[in-house]
Each structure stands twice: as structure tokens, then as C-alpha cells.
């Protein structure tokens, strides 16, 4: 039957480290701790870390079981459990076989349930050694890509201006002759007609 975590806290007799102390360095035991101060660096336990609701934990744990009521900035590495409760806030990875997040918990980072050995004193918590920039192998920069330069096709001659030719200006037109003058009247000019013998004369006026 799985123990609570309040149930386990109150079993067990562990070393306390007290609100007003803070611990900076390398911790190791086979006992129970219970931190209700600051610890700064690293833990391994044989047995159960615990963490009030007043400690902070500023290290990576390698424990047995881990209960987290305050507040852990680290990785937590435990061969049976890690419970998180609602008043907990951690900030890391956890590893362990079993783990229990609380609702209201505040929880950032990645969860790994599988088998994981048992702690031994001695052992360093410090996370994995990264291979140093130097022996990393090498990658050759990517070629330079050059740009697709599309030949852009000849223009067509433009079309020579039309010619324009300069002419002469017109010559100005002739004046218009002077109008005539209306001709004299001519004096009229009498016809006399003898109509029959002798017995009347007609005359007959005619122009010119």
C-alpha cells in the first residue's frame, strides 16, 4: 500500500536543517533530511529528502524518495519515488520510478519513469558531462549559394523619329481683284419702225 506523504514525513526521524540556516555545498547521508532553510549545491541520500513549505532547494537530489512541499530549483533523482504536493513548486527534471504531481502543484520540466539504481554516497549529482565545443566534430559551412542570374533578352531598337521637312511657307494669296465699276447707261438708241404705208410711225427705244 503506497505511503502519503504526510505519512512518511511524520514516521520517519531525519536531520532538520532549520529555517534560518542556509547550507551551500556537497550533502551526503544515510538518513532522512528535512530542509526547512536553504540548501545551495548538492544531495545524495540513502533515504527521504523532504522539503517544507519553507525550505528551497537550489541543487540536484539523488535520493531515495522525495517529498516536495517548498520549493526545489534542480533535477531530482529517486530509486522509488518523488511526490509533489499541492503547496510544492519545483523547477527541473524528475526521474523516478514513480511520481506523483498534486493538483494545485507548480511543476516546469521533464518527467522520466523509468528504473532508476540506487543511490551511493559518493556518487556525483551534477547533471551530465556536455562534450567541450572543441571535441565536438566539426561541420564544414555550407557552400555559398549563388544567385540564379536570368541573361535578360536584347530590347528592340526603338523607331527612329519621323522626319519632318521644313517648308516654305505658303506665299500669301493674290488680292482680290478691284470690283467693277457699273457701266454707264448707254443712251438709248431709237428705232423707228414704219408699220404700213405711211400711216403710223412706231418707235421703238433699244439700249445698247
Known amino acids: 500500500m503506497a505511503i502519503q506523504a504526510k505519512e512518511l514525513s511524520a514516521q520517519v526521524e ?7 540556516i542556509l547550507v551551500n555545498g556537497k550533502l551526503e547521508g544515510d ?31 539523488r535520493v531515495r524518495n522525495a ?15 518523488v511526490h509533489l504536493t499541492k503547496e510544492g513548486r ?29 543511490p551511493k554516497l559518493g556518487e556525483r549529482t551534477s547533471r551530465p558531462q556536455v562534450a567541450p565545443v572543441s571535441a565536438r566534430p566539426q561541420m564544414a559551412p555550407p557552400a555559398a549559394v549563388r544567385p540564379m542570374v536570368r541573361p535578360v533578352p536584347p530590347r528592340p531598337p526603338l523607331p527612329a523619329p ?6 516654305p511657307p505658303a506665299p500669301p494669296p493674290p488680292p482680290p481683284p478691284p470690283a467693277a465699276k457699273p457701266a ?3 443712251s438709248p438708241v431709237n428705232d423707228v419702225v414704219t408699220v404700213g404705208m405711211g400711216k403710223k410711225k412706231v418707235v421703238v427705244k433699244r439700249k445698247k
Request: net charge negative; hydrophobic share 45%.
Open 90 to 118: 519545483m523547477v527541473g527534471d524528475i526521474a523516478a520510478p514513480r511520481v506523483i504531481i498534486v493538483e494545485g502543484a507548480a511543476f516546469r520540466g521533464h518527467v522520466d519513469m523509468g528504473v532508476v539504481a540506487e
Open 162 to 167: 519621323p522626319r519632318v521637312e521644313s517648308r
Open 67 to 81: 517529498i516536495v512541499s517548498g520549493v526545489v530549483v534542480g533535477n531530482i533523482t529517486a530509486s522509488e519515488s
Open 31 to 61: 538518513e532522512d533530511l528535512t530542509v526547512r532553510g536553504r540548501v545551495h549545491g548538492s544531495i545524495t541520500l540513502t533515504k527521504t529528502l523532504i522539503v517544507e513549505p519553507s525550505g528551497v532547494v537550489k541543487a540536484d537530489a
Open 184 to 186: 454707264a447707261a448707254d
Open 14 to 20: 531525519s536531520t532538520v536543517i532549520g529555517e534560518s
